[in-house]
């Protein structure tokens, strides 16, 4: 057992909303495929008080992965953070160490790249990639797919000072920030990630065809009605194939289970599992 107890050991996820979330699934199946006992809820917190609500929950238990909209917040709240967690500014995993302080890890990133990779056969060293926008979902994978070799990555944002920041904080030729209005001028990628909020909120996404070959991946980062919009879009337009985030969703919990438990489960019986869930 975890951190040398017989009881089993407590997680959660907050988020706010967090009813609709898979994470208790996945730990619930990751623990049973590696004979670990693990207890793991989903919490509501709003933001006004999320951080009495972690403090309370991690007093007694190992950690909390965390999803919007708190993810900067855990950053805040943690005592000390990962290298990925401070780049993006951003944290979704929360670990309460032996001597009680709060440890914060950004696992987003790394498990988008696994999932593009292994799972959907989309190679990105020396590729083209496109990202539509520059808040948290974005800051959380642009480093991660910059360090996988991507060639050009080109941040578009409704808001123009919001991408160049992120261009700028990225801090290299490869990345570079473009007006949205521009997006019909910029011609074709390999991928296209969208990262902006509209799909969960239900706001309409217009994007000109012209930014889709027939090699191109179009990747959604949220999975289920939200990513709907975006993924008619890709395949109208002729992508090659139009990808959810569930499987980023599946690879980040997966990294979050390595970190509290030490073994990294396999990801593939489980994302089968929770595809034929959402089907």
């Known amino acids: 057992m975890p951190h040398g107890t017989a009881l089993p050991a407590r ?20 623990g049973e495929q590696c004979g670990i006992a693990l207890e793991y809820v989903a919490i509501d917190a709003v933001p006004e008080s999320f951080a009495d609500a972690v403090h309370r929950f991690l007093a007694a238990a190992h950690g909390a992965n965390v999803t919007l909209p708190h993810k900067a917040a ?19 995993v929360l670990t309460r160490r032996a001597d009680g302080r709060l440890a914060a890890h950004n696992t987003d990133g790394a498990g988008l790249v696994r999932d593009l990779v292994e799972r959907q056969q989309c190679a990105l060293q020396g590729r ?12 959380g994978v642009a480093w991660d797919l910059l360090d996988a070799g991507v060639e050009e990555l080109t941040i578009a944002n409704r808001t123009a000072d919001t991408a160049a920041a992120l261009a700028g904080a990225l801090g290299v ?35 000109p065809g012209t930014l889709v070959n027939p090699q191109t991946v179009g990747y959604d980062l949220s ?8 993924l008619r879009w890709a395949r109208e337009a002729g992508a090659r194939a139009a990808c959810d985030g569930l499987g980023m969703l599946v690879e980040q919990a997966a990294d979050a289970f390595a970190l509290w438990h030490g073994p990294r489960p396999l990801t593939d019986p489980v994302y089968a ?7």
């Open 173 to 207: 030729t490869r990345a570079r920030a473009r007006y949205w209005q521009d997006l019909a001028e910029l011609g074709s990628f390999d991928l296209v990630v969208h990262a902006t909020s509209a799909g969960v909120l239900g706001q309409p996404l217009q994007l």
């Open 273 to 279: 599992t929770m595809r034929a869930a959402l089907a």
């Open 128 to 139: 083209r990639v496109l990202l539509l926008g520059a808040g948290g979902a974005a800051r």
């Open 11 to 30: 997680y959660a996820v907050f988020g706010h909303p967090i009813a609709h979330s898979l994470s208790p699934t996945i730990h619930r199946l990751f």
């Open 74 to 92: 855990a950053f805040a709240l943690a005592d000390e953070r990962s290298a990925a967690a401070t780049r993006a500014g951003s944290a979704n």
């Open 223 to 230: 999975y289920g009605g939200g990513a709907q919009s975006f």
